[in-house]
C-alpha cells in the first residue's frame, strides 16, 4: 500500500514537471502560458467595449463646428419638405446627393428636431454596422482556421481607430458612406469568389447596388471605393479574371435603377444648375480645383502623409505590426494570409495615392479606406494574441500602445496642472477642463497607468492578458473623457446657446443679416433660432439698410486677422450678444437704429 501510494506521489511529481516544462516550451516559442486568459472572454470583453466605445456621448453634448450644424440643419430643412434638392437656408445645397439627408430627416420626424444632436443615431447605426460589415470582409478574405480570430480583432481595430470613432459620433456623410463601400466591396468578394450561377449574379446586384447607394450617399467617391477595391484584387491576383466574375457590366443598369429617378427629378426641378453643382463644383473641382472654387481645403499633395498615424491613433500601431512581419517574416504568414494582407494594402494605397492626388482634402475622405487597413491591424493582433507574433518588435509595440492610453490618461491631469501654474491662458482648453473635478482625472491618470503597467508585466508570456489590460484602459479613457474632454470642448463648439440668445433678441418680424455668412453661420441660425439669414456682400450695404429702419446684424471673425466686426461698427452699432472670446471663432449681434 505504501508503494503505492509512492508511485502515486511519485506520478504527481511527474505530472507537475511536465506541466512546467510544457509552459516552459510554450513561452519559449512564443506561444501563451496555460494562465492566459481565454480566447471566449477576450472576445466577450472585445465586443463588450466596442458596444460602449460607441455609446458613450453620442447624445450628451450639442452639435459640434465646423460640420454638424450645417448637416443637421439640411437635414430639417429637408424634413420641412426639401426632399429633392435639400436647401442651407433655403438655397439648393447639393455638396453631396440627399440619402444621408433623407435618413437624418426620418428621425427628425420621428424623433423630433428640437434636440438636433439625435440625428446622430444615424451615425452611431452605420457606425457599429461598418464594424460588423469588416468583420465579415475579413472572414471571408481570410478564409480558414483563423478566420474569425482575424475577423473579430479587425473589427476591433477599426474600432479603435481614431477618425473612423470620431465619424461615428459626430452627424456627418461619411460613416453611412464607408458602411455601403464596405459592403459593396464585401458582395463584390463574394462573387468573385463563387461559382457562375444565380447565386453570384444576386452577389453581383448586391455589390452594385451597394455602390450605387454610396454614391447617394456621397457622390462619385462612392463608386470609386468598391472600383479601387476589384482593381486591387486584379493586381494583386495579376488577373483580369476577378473582374470579369465581379459583374461590372451590372453596374450601370443598377445605378440608373438606384439614382436615376432621384436624378431625373433634380433636373426636373434645378435643370442644368443642379447638375452642374453635383457634378463639376463638388466633384471634379475638388479634385482639380477651378479658379471658380470655393469649397477650400486645397491641400499639397503630401497633406495625408503626417495625419495618417494621427487618424489611425492605436490601430496605426497594429497596422505597423502587421506590415512588419509582411516584410521581414514573410513566410510565417502563410501563402493565403500574404494575398490577403497585399490586397488590403493595395486597396488602401490606391485610395491613398488617390485622395492624394485630388486638390480638396480633409482627414476625414480617408475613412471609406481605413476598413482595409484595420484588418490589415487585425492579422498582428490575431498573430499576437496566439502567441504568433512573438519578436522583440512586437512586445515593444504593444508597450507603445500602452503607453499611449496611459499619457493621454494623464493629458486632463497635466493641463490642469499647467492652468493652475499660469503656463494656460484664459479660454484655452486646460481653462475649461480647471473648473472640472479632480477625482476623475485622477481616477483617469491612476488607472489608465496601472492598464499600462499590467500590460507590461504579462506582454511576454500571457499576450491575451496584455490584450485585455490594454482594452480596459482604453474603455477608462473613454469614460475620462466622457466626464473631462467632451464638456470643455462641447463649451467651445457648440453654437445652441448663442444662435438661440440671438433668436430670442431679433424680433419675429425683422430680418438677419451677415456679412458674407459662411455655412456654419447660416446653419447655426436655421437650426437654433429657427431664422433665415439675408446675405450682405460687402458692410457698405450696410448704409443704405440703416437708413430704412432698425437692422440686426451677425457678424461672424474666424481668425484675429478678420476684421468683419470693425468694418460694421463704422455704421454706428451696438453689440447686443458677444460670444467667443479667447475662441476661433467668435460672433457678435450687432442692432443698428432704433
Same mark, same amino acid.
Given at each position: ?14 505530472? #507537475?514537471?511536465?506541466?512546467?516544462? %510544457? #509552459? ?86 420621428? *424623433? ?24 465579415? $470582409? ?25 477618425? !473612423? ?19 459593396? #466591396?464585401?458582395? !463584390? ?44 484584387? %486584379? ?35 434645378? +435643370? ?13 473641382? @475638388? ?14 499633395? !503630401?497633406?495625408? *502623409? ?29 501563402? @493565403? ?12 494605397? $490606391? ?11 480633409? +482627414? ?30 512586437? @512586445? ?39 473648473? $472640472? ?31 485585455? &489590460?490594454?482594452? *480596459? ?17 462641447? #463649451? ?33 441660425? &436655421? ?17 443704405? *439698410?440703416?437708413?430704412? +429702419? ?35 471663432? @467668435? ?8
Amino acid at each position: 500500500m505504501s508503494d503505492n501510494a509512492g508511485q502515486g506521489g511519485a506520478s504527481t511529481a511527474a505530472s #507537475a514537471i511536465e506541466r512546467n516544462q %510544457a #509552459a516552459r516550451s510554450a513561452r519559449s516559442q512564443g506561444q501563451p502560458a496555460a494562465r492566459d486568459l481565454s480566447p471566449t472572454l477576450l472576445a466577450i470583453l472585445i465586443a463588450g467595449l466596442l458596444v460602449a466605445l460607441y455609446s458613450l456621448s453620442q447624445f450628451a453634448h450639442d452639435l459640434w463646428t465646423p460640420d454638424e450644424p450645417r448637416v443637421a440643419a439640411v437635414a430639417r430643412e429637408t424634413a420641412d419638405g426639401a426632399w429633392v434638392a435639400p436647401t442651407l437656408n433655403g438655397v439648393p445645397f447639393l455638396e453631396e446627393p440627399p440619402l444621408h439627408a433623407w435618413l437624418t430627416a426620418g428621425a427628425y420626424t420621428a *424623433l423630433g428636431s428640437e434636440r438636433p444632436e439625435l440625428g446622430r443615431l444615424i451615425s452611431l447605426l452605420f457606425g457599429l454596422g461598418g464594424v460588423a460589415l469588416t468583420f465579415l $470582409l475579413a472572414r471571408d478574405v481570410f478564409a480558414g482556421e483563423q478566420s474569425r480570430s482575424t475577423a473579430m480583432f479587425a473589427a476591433l481595430a477599426l474600432g479603435l481607430c481614431l477618425e !473612423y470613432f470620431a465619424v461615428s459620433h459626430r452627424l456627418l456623410t461619411d460613416g453611412p458612406l464607408a458602411f455601403f463601400t464596405s459592403l459593396s #466591396a464585401l458582395f !463584390y468578394w463574394k462573387a468573385m469568389n463563387s461559382a457562375p450561377g444565380a447565386r453570384r449574379i444576386a452577389r453581383q446586384l448586391v455589390g452594385a447596388g451597394a455602390a450605387s447607394l454610396a454614391f447617394m450617399t456621397k457622390g462619385a467617391v462612392g463608386v470609386a471605393v468598391p472600383l479601387l477595391f476589384l482593381v486591387a484584387v %486584379a493586381l494583386v491576383r495579376r488577373s483580369l479574371a476577378p473582374l470579369k466574375a465581379s459583374g461590372l457590366w451590372l453596374l450601370p443598369p443598377v445605378f440608373l435603377l438606384v439614382c436615376g429617378p432621384w436624378l431625373l427629378l433634380l433636373f426636373q426641378d434645378e +435643370g442644368g444648375a443642379g447638375f452642374r453643382a453635383l457634378f463639376v463644383e463638388n466633384t471634379l473641382w @475638388r479634385i482639380w480645383p477651378s479658379s471658380d472654387y470655393t469649397g477650400g481645403h486645397v491641400r499639397p499633395f !503630401y497633406y495625408y *502623409l503626417p495625419r495618417l498615424v494621427p487618424l489611425m491613433g492605436l490601430s496605426a500601431v497594429f497596422s505597423a505590426g502587421a506590415v512588419a512581419r509582411r516584410m521581414v517574416s514573410p513566410r510565417e504568414l502563410g501563402e @493565403r494570409d500574404r494575398e490577403a494582407v497585399d490586397l488590403l494594402l493595395a486597396w488602401f494605397g $490606391l485610395g491613398f495615392l488617390c485622395l492624394s492626388l485630388a486638390g480638396a482634402k480633409r +482627414g476625414v475622405y480617408l475613412t471609406p479606406f481605413l476598413p482595409a487597413l484595420a484588418i490589415v491591424g487585425g492579422v498582428w493582433l490575431r498573430d499576437y494574441a496566439r502567441g504568433a507574433a512573438a519578436g522583440r518588435l512586437d @512586445r515593444f509595440l504593444i508597450w507603445l500602445a500602452a503607453a499611449c492610453v496611459a499619457v493621454a490618461g494623464c493629458t486632463p491631469m497635466a493641463l490642469r496642472l499647467a492652468f493652475e501654474a499660469g503656463w494656460a491662458p484664459p479660454g484655452s482648453p486646460a481653462a475649461l477642463m480647471a473648473g $472640472l473635478g479632480a477625482t476623475v482625472w485622477l481616477m483617469a491618470a491612476v488607472g489608465t497607468i496601472s492598464a499600462a503597467l499590467a500590460v507590461a508585466f504579462s506582454a511576454r508570456r500571457a499576450p491575451r492578458l496584455a490584450l485585455a &489590460s490594454l482594452l *480596459l484602459g482604453i474603455l477608462l479613457l473613454a469614460l475620462a473623457a466622457k466626464f473631462l474632454i467632451v464638456p470643455a470642448v462641447d #463649451a467651445d463648439k457648440s453654437l445652441s446657446a448663442v444662435s438661440r440668445r440671438i433668436g430670442q433678441i431679433v424680433p419675429a418680424d425683422a430680418a438677419i443679416y451677415a456679412i458674407r455668412p459662411d455655412e456654419t453661420t447660416v446653419a447655426m441660425l &436655421s437650426l437654433y433660432a429657427h431664422r433665415q439669414t439675408r446675405a450682405l456682400a460687402e458692410p457698405s450695404e450696410l448704409g443704405t *439698410l440703416v437708413r430704412r +429702419g432698425p437692422v440686426y446684424l451677425v457678424v461672424v471673425d474666424k481668425r484675429p486677422d478678420q476684421a468683419n466686426f470693425e468694418a460694421a461698427r463704422n455704421y454706428g452699432g451696438k453689440a447686443v450678444v458677444d460670444w467667443g472670446q479667447g475662441r476661433s471663432r @467668435r460672433i457678435r449681434l450687432l442692432r443698428f437704429g432704433q
